[in-house]
């Protein structure tokens, strides 16, 4: 083999590994770093199954390669095989490997059941309930205003009380989807027609990333939200500021920007809360400045992204239903100076 060949090898193989171990290193996306009570749960199962396979895993190897080690002493100096159908010693050690396992498969199902039940039991009082609707590719989200019993919707960013249960109650409006924040709880199907609700209980403070966890067409991949959990007092201001209409706009741009969102194509399908715009099938934009992306975690929230999201969003999400919006530049810049003003 060339060098600069072998070297590519390395080099690509050293890549590999990296990437494998620091794949593991972002808790922001984790079933292994728990911040809830339900992955707290879920995590220690895990941690004992490993344990469990791990060592019976380590012990077959043992005896596999002590048992190859044998018959390959035995080969070379010419002795007889070593299984002998009329051997007690195989009988038993067969009988003592059936114990190992079926001891450790009870173990295993009998863990996994209590898990089950305890998750089911975990204390709910004083639930706040949220409602979660999943749509190619995207996740509405509706609060209960406590000041007027009233809905608030938003999207793609879901906020959770630190040391409360939030009961999610899930509801898809097209295909099969999977709600997970595996920092905070385990998943669970979002199917048409079923009402499935999920409850979660976070305790560390903090930005999480929740994910679609079923393949739901071309864009399964882009459909995320953010997550994040904050003292009761700061949800309830963060909630408190999501009740409220948007803001009427105060720079000419941001208010040509206004005119465009709000009498245009994209009231139609968008709502901004205390405006014309009540559109119902996309996601509702009352409060979409004050959120961390846009288009369901694919961007990161600006100024440019919204731009760019709103002259070609097929470009950017091949599949999604938005369509382009023909707009001049200093039409598209007022939008989006509008848009990322709507805090
Ligand atoms: Cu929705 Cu995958």
Known sequence: MDRPAAMTRTRLAASILLTWLLGGCTDLQSAISPAGEQAGQLFSLLQLMTWVCGIIYALVLVFLGWTIVRVWKRASADEAPLVDPADRGLSRSMLVWGALIVGGLTLLITASFL??????????????????????????????????????ETANELHLPSGRTTRVELGSSDVIHSFWVPNVAGKLDVIPGRA?????TPHRIGWFRGQCAEFCGAQHAHMAFDVKVESPADF???????????????????????AIVTKGACAM???????????????????????????????TMSRGALQGWIANPKALKPGTTMPAVPLDGADANAVAAYLESLK
Do not use: F, M
């Not at 949220?130 to 995207?138: A, D, E, I, Y």
């Not at 499935?196 to 979660?200: E, M, V």
């Open 196 to 200: 499935n609700s999920l409850d979660l």
């Open 236 to 258: 309830t201001r963060w909630l408190a500021a999501q009740a409220r209409a948007a803001a009427p706009s105060t720079d000419p741009v941001s208010a040509r920007g206004a």
């Open 269 to 299: 399908c968008h709502a901004v809360r205390g405006t014309p715009a009540a559109g119902r099938p996309g996601p509702d934009l009352t409060h979409v400045g004050s959120r961390r992306s846009i288009a369901a975690g694919t961007l």
């Open 115 to 152: 898990t089950d039940r305890h998750l089911a039991s975990l204390p709910s009082k004083e639930v706040l309930r949220v409602r979660v609707t999943g749509h190619q590719w995207w996740w509405r989200i509706a609060y209960r205003d406590p000041a007027t019993g009233r809905w608030i």
